[in-house]
């Protein structure tokens, strides 16, 4: 069995909103989620799940964001020239 490696994914979507009484205003919604994969997960499954948060994040928005971005993260460290894969 391969080793798992933990993935943090954060979605932000974030833009100019519309308030009465004010010249300036901004909205975001952002979300945080972990999951554990196999060593051998690929690009391309990663991105569906970039697909689902952005679809989440959006549906919570309420309105078509200005921006929308992901950061996703693999923490490693190395230990006697081995990469070792945090969580």
Avoid: C
Avoid at 36 to 55: A, H, Q, V
């Amino acid at each position: 069995m391969s080793e798992g490696v933990k993935v943090e994914f954060e979605v932000k979507a974030f833009g100019q909103d519309h308030v009465a009484d004010s010249e300036d205003s901004f909205k975001g919604y952002e979300i945080g989620r972990v999951k554990s994969f196999p060593k051998d997960t690929t690009l391309g499954e990663l991105e569906e799940y970039i697909k689902r948060y952005y679809k989440e994040v959006k549906e919570q928005y309420g309105t078509q964001p200005e921006q929308l971005v992901a950061k996703v993260t693999i923490r490693a460290t190395e230990k006697e020239d081995q990469v070792l894969y945090l969580g």
